[in-house]
């Protein structure tokens, strides 16, 4: 009441005369006609409405100014309480009032939202429903009921439900006559123009006004936000999937190392934000549907090619792609990695060849050595498509060359020996065995360096493998005992849906708190790529079984939440009792044989005939368009409860909405572009101007606007 009070009591330098006084003398008033004789002997105030009502005595003594009631139950426990508030729901129900999905457990539990229904109710039906003033209809008498309430106050005549309330003085004047402390009405002016004037209240088409509203914002809805989703989502993945198909591999490591690091970037970066919104649409389209089916309305179907199962469809095969190009990076990385060690080895034999070779006479006995450079240059350029293998075949030829031009001047040396006295057996001197050694002595170190260097290494490796395995077994079956926890938390029969969305409520931030897990592994990850690790013998789990995983259970979660949201939306808009959800939940479980919250359409069939039905092929292809109107080939549980409970309740007509534009119009068979802006926020009264036709018919303004076959089109009864 702080808002309230702030805004109303707000001055902005004006005084209000003496003369202006909001109030006649109360002496003057009839109190038998102006006043509530029920109101009037209680004076009982509600200090917190939630608790109030709790205590069945003071409901009890609300009650007996209607009618005496039997002695309620003595005691103090919670199983007295119940019984004393069923006795008096009892009462009132015995008066003609039809009490939807109230129960005495909420009135004791405090719940607000049944607390106010009941007392609406009971307002309704005593102290408006029994105005009568020349058999008055309900609506003539809350009129009444109104007039007389405000008839006092000064500034203030209520004639209907529309521009008498435009002001704001009316609603004012109702809340001052049983709250004054709440307003100071005499604070308050006609043409205050600092004060903000309220939208019109249509009281007596409050439930029409809102259905018009979530009419024209369920049709906005569809041709905006729904279809801007899914253009954006299908263009990004038409985008992204050339990206991912284009394997044009690079000649060096560092340059497909930067690859890598892209496509870790569009993981971590990227698509997480589409992996939301595609689960966003999925919960607005199913909202959007539900919600159009309780208004009676048609089917929201996207132009072609734009279906949630495109969606679908597309994210699959974005996801395929994605796994392809992954595969083929490591694959590519893998090759340029041998090929750098090939090239590396093929260096260092050169090297060494060629540091031999020079200033020796003596070489056909070493010409053997040859042959594993020649077999060595092999794969780099023929099988594993080196880069650089003109240079290496350029330099092998070369070294063949040499190796010819040594041969010859060998012979040449044989035949000048073979004619000399030196000793025949051996061409190697003491200082060339000297040097020998010295070298063997400077590589050994080396090598012993270098191998345990690759020792360290491996052992690095290994422990970046166990302790990705050790985090990836406990993650893998986390994410797998969840998903199934949600799913049974979804087909549970046992709690009500309240209970079942504050369940899942938890479920959905215990996997928020268990991000930081999933962002730890994929660090771990990032390290193996870097270190060139390939494979993993310590567990079956991939990173990209982890990252699949996390993206269905996210979906998962808040996808079963938004079925629950829509559940309690039906149940409350029905007027559906748990009772009746649970036995609609138990059939359907039966018939889910897959298990996956959807029936096949021959599980469907047979769901119906063990209920009763006698269907023909006619007719299941008829009841098929109902519940299925995008032809998914599968029949949900929202879209099952829909189904069954289409007669239960009253369902809202393409005439309600006319009667709603009616009295906009001020009962005019058409409506012009200023009552259109002036009664409807700026976007849904431009969404109706462009697309209502222009009214045809005698004595009616230029400009005039057809509201009839604008309702009908909303109800899918003729085209817009």
């Not at 006559?177 to 007596?204: E, F, G, M, T």
């Not at 284009?246 to 992996?275: G, I, S």
């Not at 005992?481 to 938890?506: P, R, Y």
């Not at 572009?673 to 009264?685: D, F, H, I």
């Amino acid at each position: 009441m702080t808002a309230v009070e702030t805004q109303i009591t707000y001055t902005n330098s004006y005084t209000i005369q003496h003369e202006d006084a909001y109030m006649t003398q109360e002496e003057d008033w009839d109190r038998d006609l102006l006043l509530d004789p029920a109101w009037e002997k209680q004076q009982r105030k509600v200090a917190e409405l939630k608790r109030y009502f709790r205590n069945p005595m003071l409901l009890f003594s609300s009650l007996t100014v209607i009618e005496r009631l039997p002695k309620p139950d003595k005691g103090k426990m919670r199983f007295h309480k119940i019984a004393n508030v069923n006795k008096a729901l009892d009462f009132i129900c015995s008066k003609g009032v039809k009490l939807v999905s109230i129960g005495a457990e909420e009135i004791v539990d405090g719940n607000v939202k049944m607390t106010l229904g009941m007392i609406w109710t009971i307002i309704l039906r005593f102290a408006i429903q029994d105005i009568s003033v020349e058999e008055t209809s309900a609506k003539e008498g809350l009129l009444l009921w109104c007039q007389r309430k405000t008839a006092p106050y000064r500034n203030v005549n209520v004639q209907n439900f529309h521009i008498s309330w435009k002001d704001g003085l009316a609603l004012c004047a109702l809340i001052h006559r049983h709250r004054p402390d709440l307003i100071d009405y005499s604070k308050l002016r006609k043409v205050a123009q600092y004060l903000p004037k309220l939208h019109p209240l249509k009281l007596d088409v409050m439930r029409q006004n809102w259905k018009l509203r979530c009419c024209l914002l369920a049709k906005s809805c569809q041709n905006s936000e729904t279809e801007t989703f899914l253009n954006e989502l299908l263009e990004w993945i038409r985008r992204t999937i050339p990206w991912l198909e284009n394997r044009v591999a690079e000649q060096t490591m560092r340059a497909m190392q930067q690859k890598l690091e892209d496509f870790r970037d569009y993981r971590r970066v990227h698509k997480p934000p589409r992996v939301q919104e595609k689960c966003q649409l999925e919960i607005n389209f199913n909202t959007l549907q539900t919600k159009l089916r309780l208004s009676n309305r048609p089917a929201f179907m996207p132009s072609e090619g734009k279906m949630v199962s495109d969606i679908a469809n597309a994210w699959k095969g974005l996801e395929q792609v994605e796994k392809g190009y992954e595969e083929w990076l490591l694959t590519e990385i893998r090759r340029l990695e041998r090929l750098d060690h090939l090239a590396e080895k093929f260096k260092q034999k050169c090297a060494m060849h060629e540091a031999w070779t020079t200033g020796r006479n003596e070489i056909t006995s070493q010409k053997t050595r040859i042959g594993p450079v020649k077999t060595l240059i092999r794969p780099t350029g023929r099988e594993l498509d080196y880069h650089d293998a003109a240079t290496v075949n350029t330099r092998c030829q070369g070294i063949c060359d040499q190796w010819d031009n040594l041969g010859t001047l060998t012979q040449k040396r044989r035949d000048s020996l073979e004619l000399s006295g030196i000793n025949p057996y051996t061409n190697l001197s003491p200082q060339d065995i000297s040097t020998k050694w010295d070298t063997v002595k400077h590589l050994v170190p080396l090598r012993d360096q270098m191998l345990q260097e690759e020792v360290a290494r491996q052992q690095a490796n290994e422990r970046l493998r166990r302790q990705f395995a050790a985090q990836a077994n406990i993650i893998g079956p986390w994410i797998q005992t969840k998903m199934e926890e949600i799913s049974h938390v979804s087909v549970d029969i046992a709690g009500s849906l309240e209970e079942q969305m504050n369940s899942l409520k938890q479920y959905e931030q215990n996997i928020i708190n268990y991000k930081s897990n999933i962002d730890k592994l994929e660090g771990d990850h990032q390290l193996i790529q870097e270190s060139l690790i390939f494979d993993n013998k310590h567990t079956n789990y991939t990173m990209e079984h982890i990252r699949v995983g996390w993206e269905q259970l996210l979906t998962t979660i808040a996808r079963t939440i938004n079925e629950v949201e829509n559940q309690i939306l039906t149940r409350d808009a029905k007027g559906i009792s748990q009772e009746q959800l649970n036995e609609f939940r138990a059939s359907f479980n039966h018939f889910d044989r897959k298990r996956n919250g959807m029936m096949d359409p021959d599980d469907f069939r047979a769901c119906l005939i063990s209920m009763g039905y006698d269907l023909g092929e006619v007719e299941f292809a008829r009841i098929m368009t109902l519940v299925d109107p995008n032809n998914t080939g599968v029949v949900t549980f929202q879209a099952f409860i829909d189904f069954m409970t289409r007669e239960t309740a009253e369902t809202d007509t393409a005439e309600q909405v006319m009667a709603s534009f009616k009295i906009l119009a001020s009962d005019k068979n058409y409506i012009t572009v200023e009552e259109l802006r002036r009664e409807l926020p700026p976007e849904q009264a431009e969404y109706c101007i462009t697309r209502m036709t222009r009214y045809v018919g005698p004595d009616c303004p230029a400009g005039a606007l057809d509201y009839i076959s604008f309702s009908s089109a909303l109800y899918g009864e003729s085209d817009l």
